[in-house]
């Protein structure tokens, strides 16, 4: 009963008023501050996905014409991506066109659930 009485009285004193919109504007920065993560939050991504297309550029294109990775014994030429993640099936492919292949067993050591290993081409080729 008194807290109803004195409500009035007590908001409208200039302390308290300025209290009041204080914790507004404070409500307000808040809210811009999460916006403001939020958009952060984005460009952080954008950019991880530029770096990660930007790689891919590098290595695909900018240092197979580059002189020193010209070489045809290189085995960064070889790459090429059937089931591995990043082109090593044309490179573990390369490396037994080189050497041979013997008995054709293998461990592959790692691996996930199969849907991206490095020897699951070379398994299917018999």
């Given at each position: 009963m008194?807290?109803?009485?004195f409500?009035?009285?007590?908001?409208?004193?200039?302390?308290i008023r300025?209290?009041?919109?204080?914790?507004a504007?404070l409500?307000?920065?808040?809210?811009?501050?999460?916006?403001?993560?939020a958009?952060?939050?984005?460009i952080?991504?954008?950019?991880?996905?530029?770096?990660?297309?930007q790689?891919?550029?590098?290595?695909?294109?900018?240092l197979?014409d580059h002189?020193r990775?010209g070489d045809?014994q290189?085995?960064l030429?070889?790459?090429?991506?059937?089931?591995?993640?990043?082109?090593e099936?044309?490179?573990?492919h390369?490396?037994?066109?080189r050497?041979?292949?013997?008995t054709r067993?293998f461990a592959?050591?790692?691996?996930?659930?199969?849907s991206?290993?490095?020897?699951a081409?070379?398994l299917?080729?018999?």
């Amino acid at each position: 009963m008194l807290k109803r009485i004195f409500a009035k009285p007590y908001r409208s004193l200039p302390v308290i008023r300025e209290s009041y919109h204080i914790k507004a504007l404070l409500q307000n920065v808040t809210a811009s501050l999460q916006n403001i993560m939020a958009c952060l939050r984005n460009i952080e991504n954008y950019l991880k996905e530029l770096k990660a297309t930007q790689t891919m550029r590098l290595v695909d294109f900018d240092l197979r014409d580059h002189p020193r990775y010209g070489d045809p014994q290189r085995l960064l030429r070889y790459q090429a991506q059937v089931c591995s993640q990043n082109g090593e099936d044309g490179i573990i492919h390369e490396i037994f066109c080189r050497i041979g292949t013997g008995t054709r067993i293998f461990a592959e050591v790692g691996v996930g659930d199969g849907s991206e290993n490095n020897i699951a081409f070379l398994l299917s080729q018999g």
